[in-house]
């Protein structure tokens, strides 16, 4: 079974400063998918970015991109330049698209921008 | 505008009644989710669609039930709605093949009493 791990409950940030969340996962796949969801306050959750993992080159996502270490199984999400509407829940999920395409998700990241 | 969609977005029920959480999607998706998630914390799947009369369980164990008559409708049903049902539901789809991502509805808080 895979898991996903975000250990950083919470965060914050000065408004045009960049951040950079963490997330570790288990897998002894070699086929999978990784993402980052944004979730704001009371509002629905979206998709931030998307990694394949037969893709050496780290996905990028105008002010978003993310450091994807195979080896290492990890997948942190850059944010630059941060704006206060990128204050929200963040999550690492996690798919393997053999197994039903399920996503499994960390425990998320709450990102706070500071005008 | 393709998109997903849930009604009710907030719901307070007493214990014993019994509900049905709506979602449904504008864009032909096969594949449709629902997840449970407390406030604050991460998603768990509790049933997942592949299509028309596809239904299974999902991780995380639920008293609630599902079905799929329809491509682009999963509604959510508790028999009896009890206080650890209290929680927020939300619903996804995405396609069978091609693009991996999957689409959220914005979500039913739900509050039993």
């Known amino acids: 079974a895979q898991t996903v791990t975000q250990s950083q409950p919470e965060m914050s940030v000065q408004e045009a400063e960049t951040v950079t969340l963490s997330c570790t996962y288990d897998?002894?796949?070699?086929?999978?998918?990784l993402f980052w969801y944004k979730q704001p306050p009371s509002r629905q959750m979206i998709l931030v970015i998307r990694?394949?993992?037969?893709?050496?080159q780290n996905a990028t996502e105008n002010r978003f991109s993310v450091n994807f270490q195979k080896a290492a199984k990890s997948f942190s999400l850059k944010i630059s330049d941060s704006q206060l509407g990128d204050t929200a829940m963040y999550f690492c999920?996690?798919?393997?698209?053999?197994?039903?395409?399920?996503?499994?998700f960390g425990k998320g990241i709450t990102l706070s921008v500071r005008p | 505008e393709a998109d997903i969609y849930q009604t009710p977005r907030y719901l307070v029920i007493g214990t014993g009644k019994k509900i049905t959480l709506e979602c449904s999607q504008t864009?032909?998706?096969?594949?449709m989710y629902w997840y449970q998630q407390d406030p604050g914390m991460e998603l768990h799947l509790i049933h997942y669609?592949?299509?028309?009369?596809?239904?299974e369980k999902g991780d995380l164990s639920s008293e609630s039930t599902v079905s799929r008559i329809r491509t682009e409708h999963f509604p959510l049903t508790l028999e009896s709605a009890r206080p650890s049902h209290t929680s927020q539901y939300l619903c996804?789809?995405?396609?069978?093949?091609?693009?991996?991502?999957?689409?959220f509805g914005p979500g039913t808080r739900l509050t039993v009493l």
């Open positions: 990694q394949e993992a037969y893709k050496q």
């Open positions: 996804a789809s995405s396609e069978y093949r091609g693009t991996t991502e999957q689409f």
């Open positions: 669609s592949y299509g028309v009369n596809s239904t």
């Open positions: 897998t002894s796949e070699n086929n999978y998918y």
């Open positions: 999920a996690f798919m393997n698209p053999a197994a039903n395409s399920k996503l499994t």
């Open positions: 864009m032909g998706h096969d594949k």
